[in-house]
């Protein structure tokens, strides 16, 4: 009954082995027509649902089918071809569109567009003067996405217009008034109802603030929210925000401010730094104590203040950069030389007086048939000379991280036989392996100057003779030929350095012949044969380091950032701001009059940029338009040195722009290439020209370019 059953498995096997629609899908799959070969074989599995070759295929075909439809839009995502990731998400979710492939693409696509809407209202804040609003914006699409390039390029124009320590976001231009206080000892509740009537602001007291507390204070020609903040600090007393037009004060206790202060909570997922000094970081600097980390994802999440939480962002941002790499270009040779000559008469060594064939014994009656033989040759002259080199070369690249040991053998491992004897057991045998050859041990330290300080060893082993253990159980060992060398070095990026003299030389003499007359100084070559042989070997170590990435250090705004006081990390700086800046604009709040820097009208084009940049990072190149005009025109730059964040655009060197007019701004995200390291690149406008209401053109000047330093 089973080779019936076999028979029958057997066959079936064969004939869906054998399927037309299996081979039709094979060769459309071959091809890259995975989608026709899915609807093959899902048409073939319908009319045979019992076809288990058939479904199995179905559902391999149908993988292969959304693996490929994913690669290629994720092409065309770094392309920034939206509309065709589009069309392949449509064609990915009627192949299955609860796919985890599929539902990531969806999320990614939807999220892309939300950056690209919310970065044209940042992008429009930014050129009003809504600077936290602005900020805000771009910090939320960061979070979400840390490496998209217009909110990095916004980022660092806003980082230059608008530096530490940030205003709230609720304050509005009735905080923004100038105002003069001249009070002496007046009670505080005075004080506050005189700027609260002046400036239509509401003060509401806590009950433990003491209102009757005198205050002296002369200020002139500062803010509402200045006046508050150095009020605020001379008296311990604290403000919360409920409304933009109302104001809590309270003590600065820590009672209270557990009782008043609101709290956030924010996740960290870090790309490069560890997270467990992340953490030993937030508790040291921001004295937050609410700290939970996650090994596996990586993750920090704090729990403090909105002041306190932005401020270990900005930390965190610092300790959370690629370390650097280094490729290490080895080269190590091993130059070998022998050099054997033999010269001199070698005589007869054996004679013997007997009889010739004759076998080992012999009657002594046959003496005198004895006769004398020497061996023939009687004399032979040995004249030969023998030379010989060799080369080993090795050539590996390593490339590794910072601080981190690189290590490359190349030779053989002996096998050494131990026998071990036990009672009533008997004999075991073991084996053990040793390393012979070259090994090379690498650490590299990449300094911020692009030069390497490394600390080589290096130790290169021959085999010798083998050596055996006498007694009973003989264990075989071998004579290990060692040399080593170990040295720390600071090298330039591609300098090359060369390490030689581990050399290794060996002279003999050897003396065949008579005895005695052999050895005589000149004439002992009549009477022997003398041997002289010579080997040398060297080692040389050629190691050139070549820099691929350094460490990016943040700009100076990131690198000093307002920290509050001790016993409050997240305070308000209590230090008045320049003149200058008393009108600053607020969320919310249109753009300041004529005596706002950028509202000043002026009859040219401005550029600015990042002053220096590494190798791949993002250069922000912002075009100003101060005049009464809209300005119309091309950034023109060195395609070869730089090329646009945004894929597809400006290819030929030229970006074009259209700008508002009284500080309208427009910032472009271009990326380093390689080839600009070292050198500088010029960014200037081209063929500028304004519009007034009415469409009338007139050319506009522009001042000066923009030069942009480039590091390797």
Known sequence: MKTPTLLILLTALLAGCTHPALRDADTLSRRGDHESALRLLDEASRREPQDLALRNELVRQRDRTLMALASQAETARALGQWDRVQDLLQRMQAVDGVAPRT??????????????????????????????????????????????????????????????????????????????????????????????????????????????????????????????????????????????????????????????????????????????????????????????????????????TPEVIAMVDQLIATLDLPEPEVMLDVEVLEVSSDRTAELGLQPATDAQYALPNAPALVPWSSRGSFTTLVTNPLVTARLKGSAGASNTLANPKLRARNREKAKVQIGD??????????????????????????????????????????????????????????????????????????????????????????????????????????????????????????????????????????????????????????????????RLRPAALVAVPMAGTPPAGPGAPLAAASDALRLAATADVVVGDIVAVTVINPTALSAEGELTYDPTLVVPAQPGAGANGRLPFKIGARGGQQVFALRALPGAAGQSVEFTLNGAVGRDEQGSTSPLRSEGSARVNVER
Do not use: C, W
């Open 413 to 574: 491992k002996v096998p050494v036989f131990t026998s071990t004897s036990t009672a009533n057991v008997g004999v075991s045998t073991a084996v053990n392996y040793l390393d012979v050859g070259i090994k090379l041990e690498v650490e590299p330290t990449v300094q911020l100057d692009n030069e390497v300080v490394m600390k080589v060893n290096l130790e290169v082993s021959t085999l010798g003779p083998k050596e055996t253990s006498g007694g009973p159980q003989p264990a075989t060992a071998y004579r290990i030929g060692s040399r080593n060398a170990s040295t720390s070095l600071r090298l330039r990026d591609g300098e090359t350095q060369v390490l030689a003299g581990l050399i290794k030389a060996e002279d003999g003499k050897g003396i065949s012949g008579v005895p005695y007359l052999s050895e005589t100084p000149l004439l002992g070559r009549l009477f022997g044969v003398h041997t002289d042989t010579r080997s040398k070997s060297e080692i040389v170590l050629l190691i050139t380091p070549h820099v691929l990435r350094n460490l990016s250090l943040p700009d100076a705004s990131r690198s000093l950032l307002a920290s509050g006081v001790d016993a409050n990390p997240g305070a308000e700086s209590a």
């Open 103 to 304: 539902r990531a693409l969806a999320l990614a696509l939807e999220r892309a567009r939300s950056h690209e809407s919310r970065l044209r209202d940042a992008q429009a804040q930014f050129q009003s003067g809504q600077l936290d609003a602005a900020r805000a914006t771009v910090q939320q699409v960061l979070v979400e996405d840390p490496g998209q390039p217009q909110a990095l390029a916004l980022q660092q124009q806003l980082r230059q217009r608008y530096s530490p320590p940030p205003l709230p976001s609720a304050l509005t231009a009735a905080y923004q008034k100038p105002l003069s206080l001249e009070f002496r000892d007046a009670p505080l509740r005075t004080v506050f109802e005189a700027m609260g009537r002046g400036a239509g602001v509401n003060f509401v007291f806590d009950k433990e603030v003491k209102g009757d507390a005198k205050v002296t204070i002369y200020l002139k020609d500062v803010t509402l929210d200045e006046a508050m903040r150095v009020i605020l600090a001379t008296q311990q007393l604290e403000r919360k925000l409920l409304n933009d037009r109302s104001v809590l004060i309270y003590p600065a206790t820590a009672a209270k401010q557990r009782e008043h202060q609101e709290l956030v909570t924010r996740s960290f997922y870090l790309n490069n730094a560890d997270v467990k000094q992340a953490q030993a970081l937030v508790r040291m600097m921001a004295k937050t104590r609410d700290v939970f980390i996650d090994e596996r994802l990586n993750l920090l999440v704090a729990r403090d």
